[in-house]
């Protein structure tokens, strides 16, 4: 991890925005989003975690979180509220 570019990036801009998209079903089609934007730091080794490659991670300090169809799997897509929520600041 700590050799990556996503790592550099996070340690020398400390900013991060992180999507992970879904289509669960394409009959009927389903999609689902949650998007994370906020502050992050590269850490390279973090007291008390699971040693695991490197063992450097990226921390994200949320401050605005964006999703849609993780509540209401079952609704069309074009009928979908996105929900907006901000994070309170540490």
């Given at each position: 991890?700590?050799?990556?570019?996503?790592?550099?990036?996070?340690?020398?801009?400390g900013?991060?925005?992180?999507?992970?998209?879904?289509?669960?079903?394409?009959?009927?089609?389903?999609?689902?989003?949650?998007e994370?934007?906020?502050?992050?730091?590269?850490?390279?080794?973090?007291?008390g975690a699971?040693?695991?490659?490197?063992?450097?991670?990226?921390?994200?300090?949320?401050?605005?979180?964006?999703?849609?169809g993780?509540?209401?799997?079952?609704?069309?897509p074009?009928?979908?509220?996105?929900?907006?929520?901000?994070?309170?600041?540490?």
């Open positions: 991890m700590a050799a990556s570019r996503k790592f550099r990036n996070v340690a020398a801009d900013r991060i925005a992180f999507v992970v998209d879904d289509v669960p079903s394409t009959d009927p089609w389903r999609v689902r989003c949650v994370i934007r906020g502050r992050a730091e590269a850490v390279d080794a973090p007291t699971a040693a695991r490659g490197d063992g450097a991670i990226i921390r994200i300090h949320p401050r605005l979180i964006i999703s849609f993780i509540t209401d799997p079952d609704r069309d074009h009928e979908m509220a996105v929900s907006r929520r901000t994070v309170s600041a540490e």
